[in-house]
C-alpha cells in the first residue's frame, strides 16, 4: 500500500481517472493517445502500489470494485485539493507566484500568435514580476497531447482540428486556400477553369481531421497528414494538391515555387487562439491567463498597446519607487 506519495503516482492516479471516466482501457487511450497496452501496465502498477484491485473486465465490460470506487472518489479530492493548495498560496499576496506553460504551434508561431502572445506576456509579466513563463513551440498533434497530459497549461493553436474534448477560445482567424506546386499540371489551369470536378483527377493530401468545411479534395485515396506544416512536403513535390495556411506558404509563394488555386472560391478560414482543460480553470495563474488573453482580445490591438504601455509605466514607478 502507498504510505508516501510520490510524483509518479500523481500521474498514475490521473490515468486511472481517465480510464474510470471512460469506462475502459480503449476508451482512455483514444483519449490520452497512450497505448492500451501500456495503460493496462501502468494500471496494474497503481493496483500494485495501492495494494487492491480497482477494476473487472469481462464479458459484461468494464466496472471498478467498491476499492476503485473510492480510489476514483480520492483520486478527484486530491486534483481538487492542489488546485484548492495553489489558489490559496497564491492569495498569499497580490501577485501571481509559480510557473505558467505555454504551447505554440508551429504554424501559429509564424504569424498569428504575435498579435496577442506578446501582448500576453507583457501584461502577465507587468503585474506578476515573480511569475514564470515557460514557451514551446511545437506540432498541433503535439500540443494537444501536451495540454491534454498537463505538459502545457494553455496552447496559442488551430481550435477547429482538436481530436480530444478540450476547452477552447477563439482568438483569430487563419486563413488558408488550396496549393500546388508551381510545376504541377493545375499551375498552368486559370482559376476560371477549376472545378471540384477537376481538382479530384489528381492526387492530394487532406489533413486528418474534422474540419469546419467541405474539403473539395479529399478522396478515398488522398494521403493524410495532421497539419500543414507535412502537407507542404507532398505538395512541393509536384506531385499533390491540398490546402495550406497562407502564412506557411507565403515563402515559397513569392519565390514562384507555390501555386495558389483560385482563392476566390477555394479560400477559407480556420479558427485559431487559446485550448486547455476544463479542469485547469481551478488553477489561478492559468486562469489569470486566460481571462487575460480574453481581455487583450476584445481591446483589438490599439486598445492592447496602450493598456500595456500604462501597465509599464506603472511597473517601473514601482520599481523606482522600492529602489528609493
Known amino acids: 500500500m502507498i504510505t508516501r506519495l510520490q510524483p509518479s503516482d500523481i500521474k498514475l492516479l490521473r490515468l486511472f481517472v481517465q480510464v474510470a471516466e471512460r469506462a475502459g482501457f480503449s476508451a482512455a487511450a483514444r483519449a490520452t493517445n497512450i497505448s492500451q497496452s501500456t495503460i493496462s501496465i501502468q494500471f496494474k502498477l497503481l493496483e500494485q ?7 473487472r473486465r469481462g464479458r459484461a465490460g468494464f466496472t471498478l470494485t467498491p476499492e476503485g470506487r473510492r480510489i476514483l472518489e480520492a483520486a478527484r479530492q486530491l486534483e481538487q485539493d492542489m488546485n484548492d493548495f495553489i489558489s490559496s ?3 498569499v499576496t497580490r501577485e501571481l507566484h509559480g510557473s505558467l506553460s505555454i504551447g505554440v ?8 500568435a504575435l498579435a496577442g502572445l506578446p501582448a500576453l506576456i507583457n501584461r502577465l509579466h507587468a503585474r506578476n514580476p515573480k511569475l514564470r513563463i515557460k ?7 503535439e500540443l494537444e497531447d501536451g495540454i491534454d497530459k498537463g505538459e502545457f497549461d494553455i496552447a496559442y493553436m488551430e481550435t477547429g482540428f482538436l481530436h480530444r474534448d478540450l476547452e477552447t477560445i477563439a482568438l483569430f482567424d487563419m486563413h488558408s486556400n488550396i496549393y500546388c506546386a508551381s510545376t504541377h499540371p493545375l499551375a498552368e489551369v486559370a482559376d ?14 487532406v489533413f486528418d481531421i474534422n474540419a469546419p468545411f467541405i474539403n473539395p479534395l479529399r478522396g478515398d485515396d488522398s494521403e493524410i497528414t495532421s497539419s500543414s506544416e507535412s502537407s507542404i512536403f507532398f505538395i512541393m513535390s509536384g506531385a499533390y494538391v491540398g490546402y495550406l495556411s497562407d502564412v ?5 509563394l ?8 483560385a482563392p476566390d472560391r477555394y479560400g477559407c478560414n480556420f479558427p485559431g487562439g487559446l485550448v486547455f482543460r476544463k479542469s485547469s480553470l481551478s488553477n489561478p495563474i492559468i486562469l489569470h491567463a486566460i481571462e487575460t ?8 490591438e490599439e486598445g492592447s498597446k496602450a493598456s500595456i504601455a500604462a501597465d509599464q509605466y506603472g511597473h517601473r514607478i514601482s520599481a523606482m519607487e522600492q529602489g528609493s
Open 49 to 55: 502500489r495501492l495494494g487492491v484491485p480497482l477494476c
Open 89 to 91: 498560496a497564491s492569495e
Open 105 to 112: 504551434s508551429q504554424v501559429v508561431s509564424r504569424d498569428y
Open 135 to 141: 514557451l514551446e513551440v511545437r506540432s498541433s498533434a
Open 192 to 205: 476560371s477553369r477549376i472545378t471540384d470536378e477537376l481538382l479530384k483527377n489528381f492526387a492530394s493530401v
Open 248 to 252: 506557411l506558404a507565403e515563402p515559397w
Open 254 to 261: 513569392s519565390r514562384g515555387d507555390l501555386h495558389r488555386i
Open 293 to 300: 488573453a480574453r481581455e487583450l482580445s476584445e481591446m483589438g
